[in-house]
């Protein structure tokens, strides 16, 4: 997710038809959208003006919805639609947002401005038909710059940009503050309850092992002794499961193939694993990762009735690491508040990541999250 996006480099020959095959289009648009606009504007005195104005606009919305179709389709750029919904119901509310929303000025300026440049474009066009040589080496750049200049008219400009990244910043960071809480406080229940217990136990056996002993009960201590031996090693065993569920030692010493081969290694059906993740990413992304794979294969075994195959991939490109678990059981997974997925969720958030839940009902169920390496 970065405010400034990729260079494109589209195929010659999807330009070409780009650059011939819009300029009908270009001039219909300008035309009408001009005729609506004068009509509208000279009428404005006798109010049939507004409704055409916003009939000037719908025709501008109808042309660069197709516009941004043709840059996705053509050209290979994706251009999300920044336009504002209207504040309330109603015709009145819908027009009044349209007219003040900068979106829809700033596509009647790009349909405006699109009849000159196809005519440029036309030009290049015929010329790349002409001269093979211009359409294979030029003509992508002309789709390429035609495509940034549609992205910065037609796209959401830098301070919404800006303003939807802080946005995302703030919810994430919240998320990320009440997933270390309610680690927190698992941690204090886990150790209030699991390893306390057991050295309660321990002392109290020693203590009565003691008295016994000055009792001159030896068989007694003995298994006084025996059972505080018993409490101890098990006192030993929760703490490491509870070091587990922090950060597991497998993942640190040999990365997460070997660490997700052993979660893996323990389901009761073979499950197909694929790590490619080099160079290795940065340590709060391996833990999500290993906990997100954790949860959703306990959640297969518990949950995914009739499943009897599934797979995780986890692959990484420049500035992200995907995981995806999917299975072949009956499907319905969904994501409750305060349950095991939520919490993922939450975890994969406080790290900027997204966790996407696909579970049809009669299956399959694909988890996936997309975590970046660098924030
Ligand atoms: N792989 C799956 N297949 C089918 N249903 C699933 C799967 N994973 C989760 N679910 C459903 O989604 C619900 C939410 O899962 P989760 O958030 O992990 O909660 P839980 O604590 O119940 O495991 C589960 O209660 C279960 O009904
Ligand atoms: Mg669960």
Same mark, same amino acid.
């Given at each position: 997710?970065?405010?400034?996006?990729?260079?494109?480099?589209?195929?010659?020959?999807?330009?070409?038809?780009?650059?011939?095959?819009?300029?009908?289009?270009?001039?219909?648009?300008?035309?009408?959208?001009?005729?609506?606009?004068?009509?509208?504007?000279?009428?404005?005195?006798?109010?049939?003006?507004?409704?055409?104005?916003?009939?000037?606009?719908?025709?501008?919305?109808?042309?660069?919805?197709?516009?941004?179709?043709?840059?996705?389709?053509?050209?290979?750029?994706?251009?999300?639609?920044?336009?504002?919904?209207?504040?309330?119901?109603?015709?009145?509310?819908?027009?009044?947002?349209?007219?003040?929303?900068?979106?829809?000025?700033?596509?009647?300026?790009?349909?405006?401005?699109?009849?000159?440049?196809?005519?440029?474009?036309?030009?290049?066009?015929?010329?790349?038909?002409?001269?093979?040589?211009?359409?294979?080496?030029?003509?992508?750049?002309?789709?390429?710059?035609?495509?940034?200049?549609?992205?910065?008219?037609?796209?959401?400009?830098?301070?919404?940009?800006?303003?939807?990244?802080?946005?995302?910043?703030?919810? #994430?960071?919240?998320?990320?503050?009440?997933?270390?809480?309610?680690?927190?406080?698992?941690?204090?229940?886990?150790?209030?309850?699991?390893?306390?217990?057991?050295?309660?136990?321990?002392?109290?056996?020693?203590?009565?092992?003691?008295?016994?002993?000055?009792?001159?009960?030896?068989?007694?201590?003995?298994?006084?002794?025996?059972?505080?031996?018993?409490?101890?090693?098990?006192?030993?065993?929760?703490?490491?499961?509870?070091?587990?569920?922090?950060?597991?030692?497998?993942?640190?010493?040999?990365?997460?193939?070997?660490?997700?081969?052993?979660?893996?290694?323990?389901?009761?059906?073979?499950?197909?694993? #694929?790590?490619?993740?080099?160079?290795?990413?940065?340590?709060?992304?391996?833990?999500?990762?290993?906990?997100?794979?954790?949860?959703?294969?306990?959640?297969?075994?518990?949950?995914?009735?009739?499943?009897?195959?599934?797979?995780?991939?986890?692959?990484?490109?420049?500035?992200?690491?995907?995981?995806?678990?999917?299975?072949?059981?009956?499907?319905?997974?969904?994501?409750?508040?305060?349950?095991?997925?939520?919490?993922?969720?939450?975890?994969?958030?406080?790290?900027?990541?997204?966790?996407?839940?696909?579970?049809?009902?009669?299956?399959?169920?694909?988890?996936?999250?997309?975590?970046?390496?660098?924030?």
């Amino acid at each position: 997710m970065s405010v400034t996006e990729k260079p494109v480099r589209p195929h010659p020959l999807r330009v070409i038809g780009f650059l011939l095959a819009s300029f009908p289009l270009r001039i219909a648009a300008f035309v009408l959208v001009v005729l609506a606009l004068v009509l509208g504007i000279t009428t404005t005195m006798l109010w049939i003006g507004i409704p055409v104005l916003v009939a000037a606009t719908s025709l501008t919305r109808v042309f660069t919805d197709l516009e941004r179709g043709w840059c996705r389709v053509l050209l290979g750029v994706e251009i999300p639609t920044p336009r504002r919904l209207p504040h309330g119901p109603g015709l009145l509310a819908t027009w009044q947002t349209r007219l003040v929303d900068p979106t829809t000025w700033r596509e009647l300026n790009f349909v405006l401005l699109a009849l000159p440049l196809g005519i440029v474009e036309f030009v290049a066009g015929i010329v790349s038909v002409a001269v093979p040589p211009f359409g294979i080496f030029v003509a992508p750049r002309i789709g390429a710059m035609h495509a940034a200049l549609a992205r910065s008219m037609l796209g959401p400009d830098r301070a919404s940009q800006l303003e939807a990244r802080a946005r995302q910043l703030k919810a #994430s960071r919240a998320r990320g503050i009440d997933a270390v809480e309610a680690e927190r406080k698992r941690i204090e229940r886990d150790l209030h309850d699991g390893a306390q217990q057991r050295l309660v136990a321990v002392a109290m056996s020693l203590g009565r092992a003691q008295f016994k002993l000055d009792s001159d009960d030896a068989a007694g201590a003995r298994a006084l002794i025996g059972a505080a031996h018993a409490d101890a090693k098990l006192a030993v065993s929760e703490l490491r499961d509870l070091a587990r569920g922090i950060y597991p030692p497998v993942l640190q010493d040999r990365g997460l193939d070997a660490a997700l081969s052993s979660l893996t290694a323990r389901m009761p059906f073979p499950v197909d694993v #694929s790590v490619t993740v080099e160079p290795r990413p940065p340590a709060p992304v391996e833990t999500t990762t290993y906990f997100i794979v954790s949860e959703s294969l306990t959640n297969i075994v518990k949950h995914a009735q009739g499943a009897d195959r599934a797979a995780v991939r986890v692959t990484r490109d420049d500035d992200t690491v995907v995981v995806e678990i999917v299975d072949n059981g009956q499907g319905g997974a969904s994501l409750r508040p305060g349950s095991g997925l939520s919490g993922l969720a939450d975890r994969a958030a406080s790290i900027d990541g997204v966790l996407t839940v696909v579970s049809p009902i009669g299956g399959p169920t694909v988890i996936r999250a997309d975590l970046p390496v660098r924030w």
